[in-house]
């Protein structure tokens, strides 16, 4: 919340306006994100990720040139294989070597790293992010970066004292600023012998024993240490914003040691940051993805929130605060927090002004494109659930059940809520709420001569009255019948929900009869 002041503006917009002011008037900003892809890019990494896109759209409405890249440090080196990942065995023989040099475990792609990095950005033009990648393998592998090395060694006594400030025991004089990939074993297993002054550095490998000499300018194996490689690479691409997690803000992090590295050493100012907090996952039980093992990713959000959603839970959420996404009853109250948002920036539904313009605003961040022109089409989350339900997942039966007459734009924001309420339903709802009618053509229960008599009874009112009644009305007739077929209403309920899905529990029994419809109910309820 914004300390109670009487400005509605969203923290995006601060952020935004905080840029402009540290880093002045400029023709282009330069927004920064990034990660190691060692692994399944979650959804607490996506935070890093959409909190930049806000930042960006922010600075964009207000007419500035951004340009927005996406660092993924894939020359890193392979430490460690994560539980998730398939023929780990194989996995385990590249460890040291750099992860672009490990091939994806699956066979499909050409690295490992590839695989990670793919995975994610096939999915974020979904939730509207496209931001310009900047693969590090790369860069070092064509030597971009000889000159930020070679400074980096020219600093090295600077560079050991600012990181030393910061640990325990301090570097030893012979540190150096760098890392070595052995152009034998591609391991970075490796010592710096020497360095000349200029370009040329060699290196002895302890696992393979080669020994060589490499010139800067020419060789992709000398790489920077992270703790240089960011600030060195802050000043390469003129970064005025990035954000980063705990650890990395964290008295001595990375963060820390990184400012007066760009400074002194890369004669750059620090961007502009914040520190954004952990995501943690709420209600998905033992249901363990197949797709991710025990890492819930975009992918596995997405499967129950429509992009607009994801974008909406992240825009409504300041990015310093820990919150959780929810798999439980929560995504109902989500959707409906979302719809009434939806509803406020129409003028469906009144607030007062500072709510409104405060709700307006995190509507317009939580499309994928541009605002539509007009309201979309609101099927509530629990209605739906149970209307996809009752066409047993048929999204297209759904809709013609429906008889929605919109745009196809709108038709395809509804399948997608569809087929969340589906996924949603069928892996991480309340039994309480999960249903199948019994199938057309089965065979009737078994029912004593009075329960016989009391569906009879129910199935007239539906054929007679059905088309006349609203869910209060339907309600009120159904506790009449009960009176007259001599069944305790709540006996009675029990009954018809065996009868219509097998339970002894459902839905709300009128509106849901009111959902199925005259047709299907008189099927369900024939044949007593
Ligand atoms: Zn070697």
Known sequence: MLGGMSTAAHWADNYAEKIIREKGDKELYVCASGITPSGTVHIGNFREIITVELVVRALKDRGKKVRFVYSWDDYDVFRKVPSNMPNREMLEGYLRKPITLTPDPSGT??????????????????????????????????????????????????????????????????WWPITVFCTSCNRDTTEITEWDGQNGVAYRCSTCGNEERLDLTKTGAVKLFWRI????????????????????????????????????????????????????????????????????????????????LVRYIFASTRPNTEFAISFDLDVIKLYEDYDRCERIYFGRESVSESRAAKERRIY?????????????????????????????????????SQNIRTSEEDLNRLRTRARCAWNWTQSFAPDSFRFTLRPRGCEPLELSPGERQAIVLLRREIGENLDTHDEKSLSEAIYTLAGEAQVEPKAFFKLVYRVLIEKEMGPR????????????????????
């Open 364 to 400: 317009e961040l939580s499309q994928v494109d541009q605002v539509p022109k007009t309201m979309p089409t609101q099927i509530p989350f629990r209605h739906l659930c149970n209307l996809i339900q009752i066409q047993d997942g048929n999204i297209e039966g759904m809709i013609e």
């Open 109 to 174: 792609e050409d690295s490992y790293a590839r695989r990670n990095e793919k995975e994610i950005e096939e999915l974020l033009p979904i939730v509207g992010i496209k931001p310009e990648y900047i693969y590090q393998a790369e860069r070092y592998r064509s030597a971009t970066y000889a000159e930020g090395i070679r400074r980096a060694l020219e600093h090295r006594q600077r560079l050991r004292k600012i990181l030393s400030e910061h640990r325990e025991k301090p570097l030893p004089p012979e």
């Open 229 to 308: 490689d960011w600030p060195m690479r802050w000043a390469y691409e003129g970064v005025d914003f990035e954000p980063a997690g705990k650890d990395h803000h964290s008295e001595g992090g990375s963060f820390t040691t990184a400012r007066p590295i760009v400074k002194e050493v890369y004669d750059h100012p620090t961007p502009t940051t914040f520190q954004y907090d952990f995501v943690r996952i709420k209600g998905r039980g033992g249901k363990i993805s197949s797709s991710s093992g025990e890492v819930v990713s975009l992918q596995d959000v997405l499967e129950i929130y429509q992009p607009e």
């Open 509 to 528: 029994l009128a509106g849901f009869l009111l959902t199925i419809g005259k047709k299907r109910a008189l099927e369900l309820l024939g044949g007593y």
